[in-house]
């Protein structure tokens, strides 16, 4: 099976709480304004990405951007509870995340 390279992803993360099929996090826009997904914490303690900020892309968005995507910044998770910490402050939160292959 080839992999797809997805480009880095600029996204707007809103402090806007919402829960999707029992995962709560927060929406997230592309730099398009499309409401893409949710950001969550990722939940899976096998895995070095638990704890991170994960996005969980809407149906109409997978082919696009798949269907997750663990947010890293200069080759960094980004934890869920930093970000949850960034939104208490702030309305929202801007980023760049890193290419991939998927």
């Not at 398009?32 to 900020?53: E, L, P």
């Not at 947010?71 to 995340?97: H, V």
Request: glycine share 6%; hydrophobic share 35%; charged share 35%.
């Amino acid at each position: 099976m080839k992999k797809i390279a997805d480009k880095e992803l600029r996204i707007k993360i809103i402090n806007k709480n919402v829960t999707i099929n029992r995962k709560s996090g927060y929406l997230t826009f592309d730099e398009r304004g499309r409401n893409i997904g949710i950001v969550f914490m990722s939940d899976d303690k096998r895995t070095a990405r638990y704890g991170g900020a994960e996005i969980m892309f809407f149906d109409k968005y997978e082919k696009e951007f798949g269907q997750w995507r663990i947010i890293k910044q200069n080759g960094q998770y980004l934890p869920f509870a930093r970000l949850e910490k960034i939104l208490s402050m702030e309305n929202q939160y801007s980023c760049i995340t890193d290419s991939r292959l998927r």
